[in-house]
């Protein structure tokens, strides 16, 4: 990690927190923690915990693009979203379920991830805005359900295969 910028080793820091114990305790202290560094680079490198959380979303948003890149049908983009689920199921727990408003996030973050992946869709399937809105709330309720599950410890209490 010593060829990352401070900053980037901030963001780091947060995604393996999340990564391993998921979104219960955000503080600085904790995400200084998991990063090796001091409180003061949270406020000199982003100004406040809030902005650094903003990042940390951005960052875990752009890994889900990322995995759903190269997918050429409506088959690969279903594969690449409940892959990057099953990867990082405290990613994508923080991306679509914890409370944005909690850790002072802007919601439209939020939003503006899932118009991303949305627009990415319409593009790889020739589709509408509004068909590949569908598509996705089809896909992502399935993933997200399965997540839930299986963080909850509890992975075959719904049958999610049968909804996608």
């Known amino acids: 990690m010593s060829s990352l910028t401070v900053?980037?080793?901030?963001?780091?820091g947060g995604r393996e927190l999340i990564s391993r114990e998921g979104t219960g305790d955000l503080s600085v202290r904790r995400l200084v923690e998991a990063a090796g560094r001091?409180?003061?680079?949270?406020y000199s490198h982003f100004g406040s915990r809030k902005r650094l959380l903003a990042e940390v979303y951005?960052?875990?948003?752009?890994?889900?693009?990322a995995a759903l890149a190269n997918a050429r049908n409506a088959n690969d983009l279903e594969h690449g979203y409940a892959a990057y689920a099953r990867k990082e199921p405290r990613?994508?727990?923080?991306?679509?379920?914890?409370?944005?408003?909690?850790?002072?996030?802007?919601?439209?973050l939020r939003l503006d991830l899932i118009e991303s992946v949305v627009d990415l869709a319409a593009d790889r399937l020739g589709?509408?805005?509004?068909?590949a809105?569908?598509?996705w709330l089809r896909?992502?309720?399935a993933v997200w359900l399965d997540t839930m599950q299986r963080l909850a410890g509890e992975p075959k209490r719904f049958n999610t295969a049968a909804a996608r």
Do not use: N, P, W
């Open 91 to 108: 990613h994508f727990q923080y991306l679509f379920a914890a409370d944005l408003d909690g850790f002072g996030i802007d919601q439209s």
């Open 133 to 135: 809105l569908a598509c």
């Open 58 to 65: 951005r960052s875990c948003g752009e890994d889900l693009r």
């Open 127 to 131: 589709a509408s805005r509004d068909e």
């Open 7 to 12: 900053s980037e080793q901030l963001v780091h």
């Open 139 to 141: 896909v992502h309720g």
């Open 38 to 42: 001091s409180t003061m680079c949270v």
